[in-house]
Structure formats: C-alpha cells, structure tokens
C-alpha cells in the first residue's frame, strides 16, 4: 500500500515509554483538524496494521505483534511486545478537532495525578517525551497518534454481571466524576450531539425514524424536554464528565463480573450537568425481569456512596435517562441510513435503546423516583451487596 506515513526499514524493540503525568501546553495540537465537517458524518483513519507497526517503531521505539480493533471513529490497534507487555496505539480522526484530542490526552494525564487507582488508562510519551505526535495519512489527512496503556479483561457489554457490579459501576463513575472537577479545558465547552442538553437538536433526525409510533414517541418527549426539562438543567451541578458511560466502554473482570477493572474512550468528554452522566449510564442498566429497575437503583447507590445526590437531579433522572435513549435512536438511525455499509456497527445499542424506552415509560413515575430516592439514600455499608428495599 502507498502510504505518505514515513516507514522505517529496521527498528529495535524496547520496552514501553514511560507514562505521563503532567500536559505540557506548549506541545498541545493546534486547532486545524476537521473544518466544516462533523466527526457524526466521517469515517475513520484509513491506516492499516502494517501503517500501525511502522508508528509503533518510529515513535515510541517499540514493536510487536499488531491487531486492529473496532472503533466507529478512530483507528485503534492492540500491540503485544516480546516480553509480554501491551499498548494501545490510537490514530485519532483527522475530523476531530486537536485541541478536543488534546483535552482528553490532558484529561487522562490529570487522571494519573489526582486518583492514580482509577482505572482508566495512562498516556506513554514519544521517543522525545510528548504526548503525542502528528502525522500525514494515506490520504494527505493529518492525525493525531497516542501510545496508551491496554486495559485487559471483558468488556461490559458480552459479561453477565453478578450480585454488587451495578453498585461498583455507579461508585466507579461517580469516582471518575469527582478525580475530574478539578480539570478544565476550552475544549469541554463544545457543542456534541451526544450531550443531552442539547436534545432539542435532534428533531431534524427524527425524519430518519422509520416506525410511526416511536417518531410520535420521541417527538412528544423532545416537545416535553423544551418545556419542562431543558429549562431546569442551567440550575443544576455541572462539571467536565465522562459522558459515555456505557457497556462498550466499561471492563470487568471476566464473562461472570464482579468489578469494574477499566474505563476507556474520553472522546465524548463535555461539559454538562453531572446527572446527565450519571443518566447515561443508568440508560444501559434496565433489565426486563420482574424487577426493571433494580440494577439502576444499585448504580444510584453506588454513585451516590461517593457523591451525593441532590433532590432536584433526583427527579429529573428517568426523564434524562429518556432522553439519552432518545439521544441514541435519532442519531443512530440518522447515522445508519447515510452510511449503511457500516449499519450494523452503529444500530448496536439502538434495540437495547428502544426496550429500556419501553421499560421506562411501562414504570408508574412516582414509584420510579421514590425507588431512585430511597436508593441514593442507601447506607453504603450494606448496599454493596445488592438492592435493600424496605
């Protein structure tokens, strides 16, 4: 393949760069990458193992064995060295702006500083020390490249999750939210659609929604979040958060889960009320057993053991949580019709979006916010061991 990234014939295999922990802003990326068009509308970086190989070798003086991971937006690939050791290499979207790259990178440096436990993986530097470093891909696009630590075990979404994950995913996330209140950055200000505040935004999508009843659905709800939800948010706690808290981006530790051992993929890192977080990870928790809700209350107490809850973000969490499906389901069904070779990718969490809908508005709504009070006010010594209903 004619490639305009620079090969290197020959390169020795060391061990991997060390870690970072402090953002240097003088090597931060500039803002050139992706004018006039949205990460929502490309595809990712065209850049092959081999390509991945030759970056590995001349950037961070490491190779391996390489594998290309999915990814919707970016091009990721798993590197084992020799002695045992693996990495992430990331080649960013060239549609994605730099400084947002750069926040993330900070973000997880910030990380390592504030909660080294948490975890979420760490950045190594370059062969002279950055962050990361800009190349010209197969196209003439330009990219960024990180070199990140790997983060072993099951993802989320194929584990059956046992007695107290739901509790170590809330308090998981709610450690994550507090370790980021400190850490800010221009770039968490930007507009992304995936942000549920601003869900007024996706009715132009809603054409995309082919079944009559849940366009009819969806359209009442965003009417109800402009008269009775979006005004209420500007008075609530907010803060840079994760912000995709969802099974795909979670690791446990094996097929049967009992803890949460890693938290991936900062790219949708925004600045926006703390319970709209905490509503899209809840989102993905609905279960259709007898008891719907459970494991959204055991992830409310977990979250709420770390940062408590006030009553006005209580009341409007089933209310978010619709949203996010909501969220999910425009921008999905929008995304799938113009690039439908890739549908399947992105329909992934459309069905799962369209039952906990279902399951949510089957709730009665007072019932549903006295549980998820009850639950945020649960004693943290016991609630580790599942729901503790009176």
């Given amino acids: 393949m004619q490639s305009q990234i620079n090969r290197v014939a020959d390169g020795k295999s060391?061990?991997?760069?060390?870690?970072?922990?402090?953002?240097?802003?003088?090597?931060?990326?500039?803002?050139?990458?992706?004018?006039?068009?949205?990460?929502?509308?490309?595809?990712?970086?065209?850049?092959?193992?081999?390509?991945?190989?030759?970056?590995?070798r001349q950037f961070y003086g490491i190779e391996g064995k390489v594998r290309a991971l999915s990814s919707e937006r970016d091009a990721n690939f798993h590197i084992q060295l020799a002695d045992g050791a693996q990495a992430l290499l990331k080649v960013s979207n060239s549609m994605e702006d730099r400084a947002e790259t750069g926040m993330q990178t900070a973000a997880l440096m910030h990380l390592a500083a504030v909660d080294p436990d948490l975890p979420v993986q760490r950045i190594h530097a370059t062969t002279d020390g950055a962050a990361w470093?800009?190349?010209?891909?197969?196209?003439?696009?330009?990219?960024?490249?990180?070199?990140?630590?790997?983060?072993?075990?099951?993802m989320l979404s194929i584990a059956e999750p046992l007695p107290g994950l739901h509790f170590e995913i809330g308090r998981t996330?709610?450690?994550?939210?507090?370790?980021l209140r400190g850490f800010f950055h221009p770039s968490s200000g930007r507009f992304l659609q995936w942000d549920i505040k601003h869900a007024r935004r996706l009715r132009p999508m809603l054409e995309t929604v082919e079944e009559p009843d849940l366009k009819s659905r969806l359209t009442r709800l965003l009417a109800r979040f402009d008269a009775e939800i979006g005004p209420r948010l500007p008075h609530l706690r907010a803060q840079t958060v994760h912000n995709d808290f969802n099974p795909h981006n979670i690791v446990v530790d094996g097929p049967r889960a009992a803890r949460v051992t890693g938290v991936i993929d900062f790219g949708d890192m925004v600045t926006t009320p703390n319970v709209c977080d905490l509503a899209i990870a809840c989102s993905y928790h609905l279960n259709g057993g007898n008891d719907p809700l459970l494991p959204?209350?055991?992830?409310?107490?977990?979250?709420?053991?770390?940062?408590?809850?006030?009553?006005?973000?209580?009341?409007?969490?089933?209310?978010?949580?619709?949203?996010?499906h909501a969220t999910t389901l425009a921008i999905t069904s929008w995304r799938a019709r113009k690039y439908p070779e890739n549908a399947a990718y992105i329909l992934r969490n459309a069905a799962a979006s369209r039952r906990g809908l279902d399951i949510l508005d089957s709730l009665d709504p007072s019932k549903t916010n006295d549980a998820l009070t009850r639950a945020a006010a649960r004693d943290s010594s016991t609630a580790n061991a599942g729901s503790n209903r009176p």
């Fill in 173 to 179: 996330l709610a450690r994550l939210t507090r370790a």
């Fill in 133 to 154: 470093v800009l190349i010209d891909g197969p196209a003439g696009d330009r990219h960024i490249v990180r070199l990140m630590s790997y983060i072993e075990g099951t």
């Fill in 296 to 324: 959204v209350e055991d992830l409310v107490a977990g979250y709420a053991s770390v940062l408590p809850l006030e009553a006005e973000e209580l009341s409007l969490l089933p209310d978010l949580i619709r949203l996010r």
């Fill in 14 to 56: 060391g061990a991997l760069p060390p870690i970072l922990a402090t953002a240097d802003p003088a090597r931060a990326p500039d803002r050139t990458g992706g004018e006039g068009e949205s990460l929502l509308t490309s595809s990712g970086p065209r850049i092959t193992p081999g390509d991945a190989a030759d970056l590995a």
